[in-house]
């Protein structure tokens, strides 16, 4: 007994080793055969072999409930590079494998829009270097190893963001991403040293602080820390910047992936190491909903593409904040079967948002390569001249939408059950509180529903608005390919997701939506047959009625803008909307209209009112520190003498 079970460890071992080194063989190979035109060709290969090691070493390690424990490089005892995988770092091993395979097998034909060949190599490497980063983040044994590849995560992202660097647009959101990124640094930084000074352990597992200001304190710098690189409000305008300027595959992965692996150590070092308190539970669930909301609100305003897909995302890590706050304010009042579903909603939607949002990239991306743009007022008319593009993109739409029998539903209705049950709190307030959020996710899923009606809408139906749209040609086979295993994940995680959670033994309150997806479409083929059968066969070919014009154009299209325009309205309050109509006319009268413009403007709140100001703090104070070292070496020995005490008297005062 104990022989076999060493067997399977050590195929465990070996998969992820597989997996690992690949990745690492992957990027280095393109990276040293940079002007070879079939490095990346090999590179992504190994990728996916890489990503099905994996995916198979995370899936066996669930079914299992295995733990395993992987020593690599040790510098000093206290200081290792080791790994630990428990069922939580598998199930976030499993969502990057899923997506990280896709995406590989995409990139495969996106890569192929760039002529130069040193540039698919090193987009192709530091998108392994990546995707690796990733991987050993989840699996890190120690705060040493954990905070390393958290930073070869970011550096790698960066320079990804900055792929482009040649573009204005492109620079300005690698200094969001890359400020962004190192603030959350500091904070989890900070956070590990309290941890540290505390337990006096780097090793995760056996760290466990209980309740008390220290731990409250950990508490906030880790909810900062990791809420900055998942993007919640207010912390989230790298994101609008970072995704359009970065190349789609990369959006995918940051969107899809990255933002997770912050939930992820949200997860472990709120839930495992420290001891959860009620407040906490309230605070994130709060910005949860408010992230949720604003997401939503923020993302119906914007016509491009990839930018109305990064405040989905935001409003999306709002949603997953919602069950991760719930499960800790049932647990605060001893309910363990609402504070389960909570947190597995929560859990299941970080997977299904991966999936859905990875594949409404890499279709965007194939839509924005066709088009050369990522206005969808330019688009229009797409369906027809790229169907299969047009028909995942929809999958994802209805998905993230939340409407059955997709994915994206099953892990919403969790949520709100658990929502609909706060009643079982012995706490009226409370109760208010929960059931005001409620109201407020209900919104939120109308208006993403709403919000992905035009994106859809604009994008793909009615006429060409653009030469370029009229002139799209379909995505590379490999594109359609990448994107249909996202699609179809998709898919099989909403029609067979009571069968899926039956199998891992958790009985969750959902609809069978296998039996409801067969009676749905049994009555579709059903009315199918019954008006085939019976319709006339007589036909009439006229004139679509134009309201007495006689040729149609792009021009008088329903447009994003006129779409938008009542929800912006409706906000006006969140938006700070100016409308602005300007009319001229042929006579003085001004009774006969010759023509007019209209614009709709609206106010970047959280740039312009808190990044900006604490961005000219910053400079007026690195001005005044320039001009102080100026000011002579004894004065400049002073300040230095100074700093060194009061730093003495904060470390003694801490001790």
Not at 141 to 166: G, H
Not at 557 to 580: D, L, N
Not at 635 to 655: E, N, P, R, W
Request: overall charge positive; some cysteine.
């Amino acid at each position: 007994m104990r022989q076999t079970r060493a067997r399977e460890l050590d195929t465990l071992n070996e998969l992820f080793y597989v997996g690992t080194i690949g990745l690492f063989l992957g990027a280095l190979f393109s990276a040293i055969g940079s002007k070879k035109a079939e490095s990346a060709k090999v590179s992504l290969a190994l990728s996916v072999v890489s990503c099905m090691s994996l995916l198979a070493f995370s899936a066996i390690t669930l079914y299992y409930n295995e733990a395993i424990s992987i020593p690599l490089y040790s510098i000093i005892p206290s200081l290792q590079f080791s790994f630990f995988i428990d069922r939580l770092a598998a199930f976030f091993i499993l969502i990057i494998s899923i997506v990280s395979l896709s995406v590989s097998i995409y990139s495969s034909g996106y890569i192929e829009h760039y002529k130069s060949t040193a540039k698919k190599n090193s987009l192709t490497s530091l998108m392994l270097v990546f995707i690796l980063s990733m991987v050993l983040v989840v699996s890190s044994k120690n705060m040493f190893s954990f905070l390393f590849f958290w930073e070869l995560m970011a550096l790698s992202s960066f320079i990804l963001v900055m792929f482009e660097y040649e573009k204005k647009e492109t620079r300005k959101a690698g200094l969001f991403y890359f400020v962004m990124t190192q603030l959350s640094t500091v904070f989890l930084l900070l956070a590990f040293i309290l941890i540290y000074n505390t337990t006096g352990s780097f090793e995760i597992a056996k760290m466990q602080l209980s309740a008390s200001g220290i731990s409250s304190i950990a508490f906030i710098l880790l909810f900062l820390g990791f809420g900055i690189k998942a993007g919640i409000i207010p912390f989230h305008k790298w994101l609008p910047y970072a995704h359009p300027a970065s190349p789609s595959n990369i959006s995918a992965l940051m969107s899809g992936i990255m933002i997770k692996v912050a939930i992820y150590g949200m997860m472990r070092f709120i839930l495992f190491v420290l001891t959860p308190q009620l407040s906490w539970g309230i605070i994130i669930f709060t910005a949860g909903v408010i992230s949720a909301i604003l997401g939503v609100i923020y993302a119906l305003k914007e016509h491009d593409i990839k930018r109305l897909l990064a405040y989905h995302s935001i409003e999306n890590i709002g949603i997953i904040l919602i069950g991760l706050g719930l499960y800790i304010i049932f647990s605060a009042y001893n309910l363990p079967e609402l504070a389960m579903l909570g947190l597995i909603g929560a859990l299941f939607h970080t997977m299904n948002h991966a999936l859905f949002k990875s594949l409404l990239f890499t279709t965007a991306g194939s839509v924005v390569n066709a088009t050369e743009t990522k206005n969808i007022e330019e688009m229009g008319g797409l369906i027809k001249k790229m169907p299969y593009t047009a028909a995942l993109f929809f999958i994802g739409a209805v998905s993230i939408s939340a409407l059955p029998p997709f994915n994206g539903f099953v892990s919403e209705l969790m949520i709100f059950q658990a929502l609909l049950s706060s009643s079982a709190l012995a706490n009226p307030l409370l109760e208010i509180f929960l059931i005001a959020g409620l109201a407020i996710f209900a919104l939120t899923s109308a208006l993403a529903a709403a919000c992905f009606v035009k994106a859809f809408g604009i994008t793909f139906l009615a006429v060409p608005r653009s030469h370029e749209a009229e002139k799209a040609k379909e995505a590379s086979l490999p594109e359609i390919l990448g994107s249909g295993i996202l699609a179809l994940s998709c898919v099989v995680l909403g029609v067979f997701s009571f069968q899926i959670f039956s199998l891992v033994g958790y009985s969750a309150l959902i609809p069978n939506l296998f039996v409801v997806g067969a009676l749905l479409a049994g009555f579709y083929a059903f009315a199918f047959a019954v008006m085939h059968a019976f319709a006339s066969g007589n036909t009439r070919t006229g004139e679509t009625w134009g309201c007495g014009i006689l040729s149609q154009n792009p021009k008088m299209e329903y447009t994003a803008s006129g779409f938008s325009e009542p929800i912006v309205t409706i906000f006006k309050s969140i938006y700070r909307t100016k409308k602005q109509n300007d009319r001229f006319y042929f006579d003085i009268s001004q009774s006969v209209f010759r023509q007019g413009n209209a614009e709709i403007r609206l106010m970047k709140f959280f740039e312009e009112r808190l990044y900006m100001p604490v961005a000219r703090i910053a400079e007026f104070l690195s001005i005044k520190a320039s001009e102080m070292q100026k000011s002579g070496l004894d004065a400049y020995i002073a300040y230095s003498f100074i700093t060194i005490v009061a730093l003495l008297i904060l470390a003694g005062l801490s001790a």
